[in-house]
C-alpha cells in the first residue's frame, strides 16, 4: 500500500517540536499514524512530550520539524483544566457540540447522555469553574467527545476521574472505535481500564512502541454479571459473542440457539446494547457475588 492509499486519519513524518530556536528538542524523528477503528495509548513520565505530541496529533500546535497530514476534525480533551469557562458544564459541552455542527436538539440530548454517562454530579447544570477537579475533567471528556469525531485525543484523561466513569469512559471509546474513530490516549502509567490496540511511549523525544503490558487492567468495579442470550436462526457463532466487548466468560449450549456471558458489571450495560444490537433477545440478566 502506498502513503497516498494509506486510510491514517493523521500522519506525521519526521516530527520535531522544540520550543525556542535554540532550545532543546521536546520531540525528535517522530513519525506515527493514527488510522480508523484504532485506540493508540501514549504512555510516559511528566516532561517527557507525551503532551506536545498529542497537542500536534490534535493540531494545537504546529511542529519545529517534519511534516502533518491530517484528515479529519478532531476532538480534544487537554491535561490541564481551562480557568476561564464561565459556562455551566452544560452549556459547555452543547456549545462545542454546535461547534462540530450538531443541531441544537442533537447537541442538547448527546451532552446530556455523555455527562449522565460519565457521572457528572449532582448537577451538569453547575458552573463549569465550581466543579470539582473530577467533575471538570468528565466535562472535557464529554466535550471532546460530542458527535464521536473521527479523530478523538484524550491527554490523560483518566488523572482524575473516579473507578465508575473511567469504565464507562472505556465503554464509550470501544463504540466510538467502532464507529471507525482514530483514538489517541496518554497517561503515565501502562495500567488503564482503556484496551489499546497499540500502546506508545514517548522518553527522550523518541516515540516507540512498546510491547502490551503484562499487567492486567484493573479490576472494574461493582463485580460481574451474568447475561443469558438467545439467538435467533442460526446457531450462535463463538466470533459473535467476541464482538459484543469485554466478555470475561462465554458457554454456548449444545443446539447452538443460547449463550451465557459473564462480564464486569461496569461493562453490563454496553454489552447487553450491544447483542440487542446484533440480534439477541436477553433470558436473563444475574449479578454475581
Do not use: C
Amino acid at each position: 500500500m502506498t502513503e497516498r492509499d494509506d486510510p491514517a486519519i493523521v500522519r506525521l513524518r519526521g516530527v520535531g517540536k522544540r520550543y525556542a530556536a535554540r532550545g532543546r528538542w521536546v520531540l525528535r524523528d517522530v513519525d506515527l499514524d493514527a488510522r480508523p477503528a484504532t485506540l493508540d495509548y501514549v504512555m510516559g513520565s511528566n516532561g517527557s512530550g507525551k503532551s506536545t505530541l498529542l497537542k500536534i496529533v490534535a493540531g494545537l500546535t504546529r511542529p519545529s520539524a517534519g511534516s502533518v497530514v491530517r484528515g479529519a476534525p478532531v476532538g480534544y480533551a487537554p491535561e490541564r483544566q481551562p480557568a476561564r469557562v464561565r459556562m455551566t458544564a452544560l452549556a459547555y459541552v452543547i456549545t462545542m457540540g454546535r461547534v462540530r455542527r450538531l443541531t441544537a436538539p442533537v447537541a442538547e440530548a448527546e451532552a446530556h447522555h455523555l455527562l449522565d454517562t460519565l457521572r457528572v454530579r449532582p448537577d451538569p447544570g453547575t458552573a463549569f469553574h465550581e466543579l470539582s477537579k473530577g467533575n471538570r475533567q468528565k466535562t472535557l471528556v464529554a466535550q471532546a467527545l460530542m458527535g464521536t469525531p473521527r479523530l478523538i485525543v484524550l491527554d490523560e484523561p483518566l488523572t482524575a476521574l473516579d473507578a465508575e466513569a473511567a469504565w464507562a469512559l472505556a465503554a464509550i471509546l470501544v463504540d466510538a472505535r467502532a464507529a471507525g474513530s482514530a483514538i489517541v490516549v496518554s497517561g503515565q502509567a501502562p495500567q488503564s481500564a482503556i484496551e489499546a490496540d497499540r500502546t506508545l511511549e514517548v522518553a527522550d523525544g523518541a516515540v516507540h512502541v512498546v510491547a502490551r503490558p503484562s499487567s492486567a487492567a484493573p479490576a472494574a468495579p461493582g463485580g460481574r454479571v451474568r447475561i443469558g442470550l438467545v439467538g435467533v436462526g442460526d446457531a450462535i457463532a463463538p466470533g459473535l459473542l467476541d464482538q459484543l466487548g469485554p466478555v470475561r466468560e462465554r458457554a454456548i449450549a449444545e443446539d447452538g440457539s443460547r449463550a451465557v456471558v459473564v462480564v464486569d458489571r461496569a461493562w453490563s450495560d454496553h454489552v447487553i446494547r450491544r447483542a440487542l444490537d446484533a440480534g439477541f433477545s436477553i433470558e436473563h440478566v444475574e449479578r454475581l457475588p
